[in-house]
């Protein structure tokens, strides 16, 4: 069976740090792009960053994330993981990681991507 699955999230107080990993099952996460995207109540999924699929050589952040978001490919875990620093209580929701099967690169567009997890919930509260 093939699909994708994440783990991580949480409860954590603003300021605080939470890793995201989205795990691969069936084949192999890096020859595809992964992106990673939040969804809040009422709105359409945004995207918060990517990494391209083999060497992981481009990455993209949504600029609300640049400097906080670290994203990662763990070829031995098969993984690709979201490092998340200083947290605000804007980045609260539910974080979905997402693959893209026909091209290398990635971008920020949840119509690229075409497998999805189904969703773990960050909360940044005090």
């Known amino acids: 069976q093939v699909y994708i699955a994440e783990s991580g999230g949480g409860l954590v107080q603003p300021g605080g740090s939470l890793r995201l990993s989205c795990a691969a099952s069936?084949?192999?996460?890096?020859?595809?792009?992964v992106g990673w995207f939040r969804q809040v109540p009422g709105k359409e999924r945004q995207g918060m960053s990517c990494i391209s699929s083999d060497d992981g050589s481009i990455k993209v952040y949504e600029d609300s994330v640049k400097g906080r978001f670290t994203i990662s490919s763990d070829n031995a875990k098969n993984t690709v993981e979201l490092q998340m620093d200083n947290l605000k209580p804007e980045d609260t929701g539910v974080y979905y990681c997402a693959i893209h099967r026909t091209y290398r690169s990635c971008n920020l567009r949840a119509d690229y991507y075409d497998i999805w997890g189904q969703g773990t919930q960050v909360t940044v509260s005090s």
């Open positions: 069936g084949f192999i996460l890096n020859s595809y792009p």
